[in-house]
Nanobody, 120 residues
Framework: QVQLVESGGGLVQAGGSLRLSCAAS????????MGWYRQAPGKQRELVAT???????KYADSVKGRFTISRDNVKNMVYLQMNSLKPEDTAVYYC??????????????WGQGTQVTVSS
């Protein structure tokens, strides 16, 4: 079983910055893709950014140029640096990872979510 623990959310004014962190632990053999998703009230969960184990990245158009995803393969951690935050970035942010467990079974895990609130 693989667990994800997120941290770094909070309240920030528009134009400010936050850095989210997510640590994966458990019976991990390898991690392929790590990513961040978000869900605003009354909306569906949407992709924010993903990064593969070869550090290939993908971003939602709405965050390109403002957010940066990175990862530490030794620590099994993924980060999301969020700059120039806007009120529309307000949401619960979820960490997601995909990979193989120590028994080589495929897994997909989600974190519990961390609230990001951007005030205008």
């Amino acid at each position: 079983q693989v667990q994800l623990v997120e941290s770094g959310g909070g309240l920030v004014q528009a134009g400010g910055s936050l850095r989210l962190s997510c640590a994966a632990s458990g019976s991990i053999f390898s991690i392929n893709t790590m990513g961040w998703y978000r869900q605003a009230p009354g909306k569906q969960r949407e992709l924010v950014a993903t990064i593969t184990n070869r550090r290939s990245t993908k971003y939602a158009d709405s965050v390109k140029g403002r957010f940066t995803i990175s990862r530490d393969n030794v620590k099994n951690m993924v980060y999301l640096q969020m700059n120039s935050l806007k009120p529309e970035d307000t949401a619960v942010y979820y960490c997601n990872t995909e990979g193989k467990t120590s028994t080589l079974a495929d897994f997909t895990s989600w974190g519990q979510g961390t609230q990001v609130t951007v005030s205008s």
